[in-house]
T-cell receptor
Framework: AQKVTQAQTEISVVEKEDVTLDCVYETRDTTYYLFWYKQPPSGELVFLIRRNSFDEQNEISGRYSWNFQKSTSSFNFTITASQVVDSAVYFCALSESPGTASKLTFGTGTRLQVTL | DTEVTQTPKHLVMGMTNKKSLKCEQHMGHRAMYWYKQKAKKPPELMFVYSYEKLSINESVPSRFSPECPNSSLLNLHLHALQPEDSALYLC?????????????FGEGSRLTVL
């Protein structure tokens, strides 16, 4: 069975600090997809990134970066120079391989609070 | 602004009421989803529609009845709910259910059952 673990329940940082959100996953599939979603107070989940299991390249998008390490089954997310608008709940998620319905297994989420 | 629109944003209903949640997308997506999210918990998949046909029902009680009238619309009919059904109900869509691409979520309908 698939499982996603986000050990950090809540993180508080002061604006401009860097913060890393951890994600560890378990799956028996050889082909799988990992995602990060942001859920601001308004409720909708906002897609941030998708990474497939064959692509271990790290990715940077502005202040966001992701570190995918298959050897440790981790897909960590770093926000550089955090801002108040980054305050949200962040979910890491895992999806089964193509050919089946897109069923996301979500982690329990990490609530990030960025203060001035 | 989200491209998946859900109405109503808030709904309060009694246990004997019948109500419906609505979801609409105009991105040409052929897969639509209902998720349920309790406070401080991750979303849980309820139903998946693929090309307007129900493809996944995650053992959801029959008091929740989904409907997909066309590729742009998804409804969730509610009847004889229990207070523990109070939650945020999120609709999502994707290009199709076979391509493991991103899901686009609406802002949700917050349901309170009295």
């Amino acid at each position: 069975a698939q499982k996603v673990t986000q050990a950090q329940t809540e993180i508080s940082v002061v604006e401009k600090e860097d913060v890393t959100l951890d994600c560890v996953y378990e799956t028996r599939d050889t082909t799988y997809y990992l995602f990060w979603y942001k859920q601001p107070p308004s409720g909708e989940l906002v897609f941030l990134i998708r990474r497939n299991s064959f692509d271990e390249q790290n990715e940077i998008s502005g202040r966001y970066s992701w570190n995918f390490q298959k050897s440790t089954s981790s897909f960590n997310f770093t926000i550089t120079a955090s801002q108040v608008v980054d305050s949200a709940v962040y979910f890491c998620a895992l999806s089964e391989s193509p050919g089946t319905a897109s069923k996301l297994t979500f982690g329990t989420g990490t609530r990030l609070q960025v203060t001035l | 602004d989200t491209e998946v629109t859900q109405t109503p944003k808030h709904l309060v209903m009694g246990m004997t009421n019948k109500k419906s949640l609505k979801c609409e997308q105009h991105m040409g997506h052929r897969a639509m989803y209902w998720y349920k999210q309790k406070a401080k918990k991750p979303p849980e998949l309820m139903f998946v529609y693929s090309y307007e046909k129900l493809s996944i029902n995650e053992s959801v009680p029959s008091r929740f009845s989904p409907e997909c009238p066309n590729s742009s619309l998804l409804n969730l009919h509610l009847h004889a709910l229990q207070p523990e059904d109070s939650a945020l109900y999120l609709c999502a869509s994707s290009q199709d259910s076979w391509n493991t691409g991103e899901l686009f979520f609406g802002e949700g309908s917050r349901l309170t059952v009295l």
